[in-house]
């Protein structure tokens, strides 16, 4: 029997033979040879034939992956050390481009739970840097799931058990860029001081008549601003899924990148992985927007005052650096009556995100019957004998 890389393993005790290709990512067993999977929580790939263990060895520490330089990438996206090659399947329904494990090109689309994908060949990327390893198992998916179907009013009688097929919960690598970034701004703008000054005004009294009486009032003096700000911005996050709503998914956060792992094939054993859709270019402009938000509350902050006017903000980037990474999410898809919803769950902190239809018939059945307590209530707080009878009663 030889090793798991990639070698011809013979298979003993009736486990089936495993003959992984050239960028497989499945791994045989070194007992029987059967496929490993990763184990969420831990730092082993476990056999589901024998429940032997084969430790992931770490040679470098978590959370000291290497930057890349940004604009050298935007030069040289062909460089063969950090670009990868994958076969990727793209679901017809949705659109998502994602790879299945080992030779499996066809089955349910994990985004919008559509049973029909096509093989779209191999294609090159830039290899991730690092990745988050799942922490929580689908036992632990399935339960936060259940509880979310369980919390959902006025959903349709019959969501839960259409949603019952444990086959479309999956697990899968989202893409992210991160970047890094020093910035200087420049920014023009108006300081605006409070102050008080009592002031004749014109009142309208309980008769409608109207008189001038002093009173205090508050205006704001302004004056102009102008200056530099600078701030250093480190592993701004940004999804690089087009599968999934951008809201939904940054919802997911927080993620604890101080934890990122360094990418070894390992990890994603038993798992899918989504190729990424926001390219490392178009990923810095939404990055920009991110960090522009923040620069204008240093610059709202350096102006200072009781209240600011920003006219003009000019930022110059410099030492721009980036990292592709995978994040792992449990994603349960599931189609009603034609439309495709969502459930997502952080892997690592539980942290659940979900979309859902609604029923309706229940919103408009509690609706009348809110309507009738109120017309009931009513009813009776003007039918003064009644309640005068209810209360001698007592």
């Keep these: 029997m030889q090793g798991p890389w990639g070698e011809r393993s013979t298979g003993s005790g009736g486990a089936p033979e495993a003959t992984p290709t050239a960028g ?20 082993v790939m476990v056999c589901g034939f024998c429940g032997h263990e084969n430790r992931i060895v770490e040679v470098e520490k978590p959370g000291t992956l290497r930057e890349l330089d940004f604009h050298a990438w935007l030069g040289r996206l062909a460089d063969q050390r950090d670009v990868e090659e994958t076969r990727t399947v793209k679901c017809d329904a949705c659109a998502a481009e994602f790879s299945f494990e080992g ?27 690092g990745l988050l390893p799942f922490g929580i198992d689908r036992r632990g998916a399935e339960a936060a799931f259940d509880r979310w179907l369980k919390g959902r009013w006025f959903a349709p009688s019959d969501l839960k058990r259409r949603s019952e097929r444990r086959e479309r919960l999956s697990g899968i690598y989202l893409p992210y860029w991160t970047y890094d970034s020093a910035t200087r701004s420049s920014y023009r703008g108006q300081r605006g001081d409070r102050y008080t000054t009592v002031e004749w005004v014109a009142v309208r009294d309980a008769k409608g008549g109207v008189r001038q009486v002093q009173q205090p009032v508050t205006r704001i003096r302004w004056r102009p601003a102008a200056g530099q700000v600078a701030r250093d911005f480190d592993d701004v996050l940004v999804p690089a899924s087009e599968s999934l709503p951008v809201a939904m998914v940054d919802r997911l956060e927080p993620w604890d990148l101080q934890d990122l792992r360094f990418y070894r094939q390992e990890y994603l054993a038993g798992f899918q992985a989504e190729a990424y859709g926001v390219d490392l270019s178009a990923g810095f402009d939404r990055a920009r927007v991110k960090m522009d938000a923040v620069i204008r509350q240093d610059v709202a902050r350096a102006i200072g005052g009781d209240v600011q006017r920003i006219d003009h903000v000019e930022t110059r980037h410099a030492d721009v650096t980036f990292k592709h990474v995978l994040l792992p999410v449990w994603i349960a898809a599931y189609r009603y009556r034609g439309r495709p919803y969502r459930f997502l769950v952080n ?48």
Excluded: Y
């Design 24 to 43: 497989d990512r499945r791994f045989p067993c070194s007992q029987c040879g059967a496929f490993l999977t990763f184990k969420p929580g831990t730092q």
């Design 103 to 129: 030779d499996r090109f066809s089955g349910a689309c994990p985004f919008c739970g559509s049973a029909t994908v096509t093989d779209t060949g191999v294609n090159r990327h830039i290899k991730p840097s």
């Design 347 to 394: 892997a690592r902190t539980g942290q659940v995100q979900g979309e859902r239809p609604w029923s309706w018939v229940k919103i408009t059945a509690a609706a009348v019957v809110a309507a009738l307590i109120l017309v009931i209530v009513f009813a009776l707080l003007q039918d003064g004998g009644i309640i005068d009878q209810v209360l001698r009663g007592f």
